[in-house]
């Protein structure tokens, strides 16, 4: 039987990590509380946007008729999510699923507010073992990812043209910064990125910092070191203009949409953006240091089941969390989120079958490495927090590179010591 006693206080400041992509409006409402098994099961998620009678709407509540119950469904955006939940966990009204943010999964997680799978008796079996470990922690996998999201990097096929390069070229450090050089000695812009000192820039930093082989335990590494050097680089050359230092995504895109830009590095959720523009683009995964493709951060969500007094309800929960986790449910929430890339090579498999043009994607999240892995859980915010401000001080010219990851170093061990 599950213990229904919290680990960890919740009275607590929270950090939640959240991507303004990913995250809708905010919307107020209550899910209130369970009713008896059998009857009314809740359900929380991030996606206010899909209001009641949306094919998102419908789909969650054909998966309750499945399970012979009626879901009420509340959707919030994604910090009021994580924050509400912390609160039900506090008063005993917890929902009975609740779609979360990755990287908020582990803070739940480590209040003891989650079920594990096993716990719970869902097979994870399927699911690519590099996106379930964004829910692990302390080695208790605690939901099932519904999809991911990912970065690469889009490049303007008629700048790479007129310039001489091949983007099949382009398969490490020194070959991309080959092409930027080729670029502006024809007269056009880099690459754009985004280098706002938020989880944002973070986010967007990772894949240079983990495609050098650095680890967020050591900020300071020579590897972390070299790939701050190649962004600052790229600065101070002109490869990339000072903006990227405000940019947060968004803008980092409008600028990339513009035609001026050779590349821009970003997400899944700007696919259709790209085909609409008037000159052709394509999409290619980050490059690593030497070769092969950068571990880009995942994002996107994960089905979870919080803890309940009466434990009978997990049936049916099992049930409704199964429905939403087929392979062609996963092809549906994909669709719907344009694009999800679904967890398992089935699912993947049968959304390349209908848009054979993601196959870049798939490929990009086989490789993603979600942020809180390594069993960094709830210290993976404090850390971030450091890693962008290092990012912000080199780009501006504060510190070296050097200089600003040492002090992050100091102050990230400063903020995680007795965690």
């Known amino acids: 039987m599950l213990s229904t006693t919290l680990r960890k206080p919740l009275a607590i400041a929270v950090t939640v990590v959240a991507l303004g992509a990913l995250a809708g409006c905010s919307s107020s409402g209550d899910a209130g509380s369970t009713d008896a098994a059998g009857g009314t099961y809740t359900w929380w998620d991030p996606y206010p946007q899909h209001e009641e009678g949306s094919d998102w709407a419908k789909r969650v509540q ?43 999964v582990s803070t739940l997680a480590d209040t003891g507010m989650l079920t594990t799978t096993d716990e719970l ?11 379930l470990a964004a829910g692990e922690l302390d080695s208790a ?40 050089s080729k670029v502006t000695a024809a007269g056009k812009k880099g690459i754009t990125f985004a280098g706002i000192n938020t989880e944002e820039g973070s986010f967007q930093f990772l894949p240079w910092f983990w495609g050098a082989g650095a680890d967020l335990t050591k900020l300071d590494s ?30 980092s895109w409008e600028e990339f949409l513009t035609g001026d830009f050779a590349f821009a590095e970003n997400g899944t959720w700007q696919v259709n ?18 070769s092969g ?71 990009a999240v086989k490789a993603a490495k979600g942020r809180t892995s390594d069993n960094l859980g709830t210290n993976y915010p404090l850390i971030s927090e450091q890693l962008w401000t290092a990012v912000q001080s080199s ?25």
């Open 121 to 131: 008796g869902l097979d994870t079996s399927k699911v690519d073992a590099n996106l």
């Open 395 to 419: 780009l501006s010219g504060a510190s070296s590179p050097k200089d600003a990851l040492e002090a992050a170093q100091k102050a990230a061990a400063s903020a995680t010591e007795g965690k």
């Open 141 to 180: 996998d605690y939901g099932v990812p519904v999809g991911a999201n990912t970065l690469a990097l889009y490049y303007n096929a008629d700048i790479l043209t007129a310039a001489g390069v091949d983007p099949a070229s382009i398969t490490s450090w020194a070959s991309l910064t080959d092409a930027l």
């Open 62 to 104: 054909a998966c309750g008729t499945d399970a012979g119950v009626t879901i009420q469904r509340t959707a919030y955006d994604t910090t009021s999510l994580t924050n509400q939940a912390l609160l039900s966990a506090q008063e005993g009204t917890s929902p009975d699923v609740i779609l979360l943010d990755n990287p908020a």
């Open 222 to 251: 020579p590897e972390a070191v070299s790939a701050l050097t190649l962004w600052t680089d790229w600065v101070n050359k002109g490869y990339a203009p000072q903006s990227v230092i405000g940019n947060s995504q968004n803008t």
């Open 293 to 363: 493709i950068a571990p880009a951060p995942t994002g996107g969500e994960f089905i979870t089941a919080p803890v309940q007094k009466d434990t009978a309800r997990y049936e049916t929960t099992k049930k409704i969390v199964d429905c939403m986790t087929t392979p062609e449910g996963f092809v549906e929430t994909a669709n719907t989120f344009a694009y999800y890339i679904p967890p398992t090579t089935d699912g993947q498999d049968q959304l390349l079958e209908q848009h054979p043009e993601l196959d870049t994607w798939v490929s």
């Open 273 to 290: 953006s790209a085909a609409e523009q008037p000159f052709k683009t394509g999409v290619i995964e980050l490059p690593a240091v030497d």
